[in-house]
């Protein structure tokens, strides 16, 4: 654990949709600086969660707060303080590289000056000064997706969520992104990611796996492998979906 | 040796400026399970839609079961099973309405080769009268199967099938695939999974328009060059920035609960340890391991130049 402060606290959250209860009864903490993975199978209730705690749609009950902030009273002061990237949409393909940074940084409040100073710095960071004027659409997958990341955390958020951020990634640029996932969260900010690679949920400081809409385990890597006699988190899930 | 069920010369396509497939040369023989693999952006789509009769290469040629893409598209559609990445049924009729309708498009019957998909069928006939649309994501993707499956092809074309699924129905499919080789049917199947290689006969490592390397799994592992070393120790973090900062390293990179670790020049192995614990890494593991696809898809990259900035 990096830090005793909590930033997520979920208490006995429950969303229904009619008569499916997509999320029964969820409980769990995730701490400052913390990278806290979020698996299970397609339907298990990940991302309901997940637009939950980022305040896109309001639970059936329970107490939640994100980054200090009520769910339910705080849901706009929330989107403020958080960063957000999926795999499905991140940037926009027809505005150019330094547009794109201009416009999440410009959303999320930063001055000219701000903006001028924090663009440099990413692009410089990532090696993408040289398709400064690009427009996104002429950029590889790979190159968007840690572009994508780095606008995501461009306001300094205090907790960013990830939505399988690396899927179909070649694994030179997954390692990539993994090294800036890991740079962020030594500078504090706190990860939650959902992702199907299992190697990926042994860099998490702690998982979560869901299952059929309730949490079946949560802990660090090592000790959900003990405790399902695993040698590695592929098994881990295996056992625990099977 | 069996004849050649696909057979790829040459082949040319672009989009405007992006050169999807470049020159691609490859034969696959009838009744294999041949697995395309790698990311997103690799061309994998782009061939099989030409394969597939759904789109016109630039230049060079591919024929499939002796007819030519371009010329004998009819028959080329009698004998193929296709899966698109993205589920393709209709949503707005049952399970059972898009199995029959599948079959009945071929001028064949659900029956007459029921034997065929009833292994993957079966999971999901509980539910036929159940709206496609309906479906989990594991049962649609069972229906897409046996649908593409129910005229009996000989040629069965899977694009991502398992992207986006989770961990456990990735297995499970596969599993479904293995058991349809005994029908002698050619299976050519494409993912992002450096896993799933070890499943296929062979396998063909693809990025940006490129085939880096074409081969039985296990020759392509036999084919790596370096001596790979795994190293772990309390903080992957610390240690991972320590090995990169070490004059001796070639490339480290993240493999789960390790880091995989190349060296240049000699005697660097018996000098990392001393370097490691005077950074003062605590329990500290190092020792020679066997590379996976992933180590060799990353080895062939860099030697290709496909790396990004």
Not at chain 2, 92 to 116: C, P, R, S, W
Not at chain 2, 168 to 184: A, I, P, Y
Not at chain 2, 185 to 195: A, E, F, G, K, R
Not at chain 2, 257 to 285: C, F, P, V, W
Request: charged share 25%; with cysteine.
């Amino acid at each position: 654990m990096k830090s005793e402060k909590t930033v997520i606290k979920v208490r006995d959250l429950v969303k229904k949709f009619g008569d499916f209860t997509a999320n029964d009864h969820l409980n769990f903490e995730v701490y400052e600086g913390e990278i806290f993975g979020f698996l299970g199978a397609n339907g298990a209730g990940k991302t309901t969660a997940l637009r939950i705690l980022c305040g896109l749609s309001l639970p059936t009950s329970g107490e939640i707060s994100v980054a200090g902030l009520n769910v339910y009273s705080g849901r706009d002061m929330i989107k403020r303080r958080i960063g957000y990237m999926s795999q499905k949409f991140s940037l926009y393909e027809d505005l150019q590289v330094h547009e794109n940074i201009r416009l999440y940084a410009g959303i999320y409040g930063l001055s000219r000056k701000e903006i001028r100073l924090r663009t440099d710095h990413l692009l410089d960071t990532l090696g993408l000064e040289p398709v400064r004027n690009k427009r996104i659409s002429e950029l590889p997958l790979g190159w968007r997706q840690k572009l994508a990341f780095s606008v995501a955390v461009i306001h300094r958020p205090s907790i960013v969520f990830l939505d399988e951020p690396t899927g179909g990634v070649d694994p030179i640029t997954r390692r990539q992104f993994w090294d800036l996932i890991y740079d962020a969260s030594h500078d504090g900010i706190t990860v939650f990611v959902t992702t199907h690679y299992m190697d990926e949920a042994e860099y998490c400081d702690r998982v979560c796996i869901m299952e059929a809409g309730r949490i079946e385990a949560i802990g660090s890597p090592a000790e959900l492998k003990a405790k399902y006699h695993a040698t590695n988190m592929d098994e881990v899930f295996i056992k625990i979906a099977r | 040796m069996e004849p050649l069920s696909v057979n790829i010369r040459n082949l040319s396509k672009s989009y405007g400026e992006v050169n999807a497939l470049q020159d691609i040369s490859l034969g696959i023989r009838r009744g294999e399970l041949f697995g395309l693999i790698g990311p997103d952006g690799a061309g994998k789509t782009t061939m099989f839609r030409i394969l597939t009769t759904l789109l016109l290469p630039d230049t060079g040629s591919a024929e499939v079961e002796g007819f030519d893409v371009v010329r004998d598209f009819r028959q080329i559609r009698r004998i193929t099973g296709y899966m698109a990445g993205r589920f393709s049924l209709y949503q707005d009729l049952t399970v059972e309405e898009n199995l029959n309708f599948y079959a009945t498009v071929f001028g064949t019957t659900v029956k007459e080769n029921y034997d065929l998909i009833r292994d993957i069928y079966s999971h999901i006939e509980p539910f036929k009268k159940r709206r496609a649309g309906k479906l989990s994501g594991g049962m649609k993707q069972k229906l897409a199967l046996s649908c593409a499956l129910i005229h009996k092809p000989k040629i069965l074309v899977l694009d991502e099938p398992t992207t986006g699924v989770d961990a456990v129905s990735r297995k499970e499919f596969w599993e479904m695939l293995l058991r349809l080789k005994v029908h002698d049917i050619t299976i050519l199947v494409s993912t992002p999974y450096m896993d799933e290689a070890g499943l296929c006969n062979r396998v063909a490592l693809i990025q940006d328009g490129v085939i880096l390397s074409v081969d039985v799994p296990e020759v392509i592992v036999g084919n790596y060059r370096g001596r790979l070393l795994a190293v772990s120790s309390d903080d992957l973090y610390t240690l991972k920035k320590d090995l990169e900062a070490f004059k001796h390293t070639a490339s480290v990179y993240l493999f789960g609960q390790h880091l995989h670790l190349t060296l240049g020049g000699n005697d660097a192995e018996s000098e990392i340890r001393g370097y490691l614990g005077m950074k003062g890494h605590k329990n500290l593991i190092i020792e020679p391991i066997s590379p996976n696809i992933e180590d060799c898809f990353l080895e062939l990259m860099v030697k290709a130049g496909k790396t990004n900035p």
